[in-house]
């Protein structure tokens, strides 16, 4: 009996999402990618920050106010890439 090359769970999405590397996201196929407590402090923090750029800076007008909802937004992402 032959074993298969490649794991059939693995082929159900295709080379566009699984890596190549046979590594996975968090918390899927049972063998999790562990994250460093200091960068869970980072992500935190920088979604903290991001709110407080949301609440703090003055907003006057429409066209002002979009660069508090852009930080809001941009930072936490930022830190995630």
Excluded: H
């Excluded at 407590?37 to 949301?54: D, H, N, P, Q, Y």
């Excluded at 800076?57 to 002002?64: A, D, F, K, R, S």
């Amino acid at each position: 009996m032959s074993v298969p090359a490649v794991d059939e769970r693995k082929k159900r999405f295709g080379r566009l999402i699984e890596r190549d590397d046979g590594r996975d996201v968090p918390f899927y196929d049972g063998q999790p990618a562990e994250i460093a407590t200091w960068k869970w402090i980072v992500v935190i923090v920088s979604c903290m920050v991001g709110f407080a750029a949301l609440v703090l800076l003055p907003q006057n007008t429409n066209v002002i106010a979009l660069l508090p909802r852009f930080l809001f937004v941009a930072i936490p992402l930022a830190v995630f890439i």
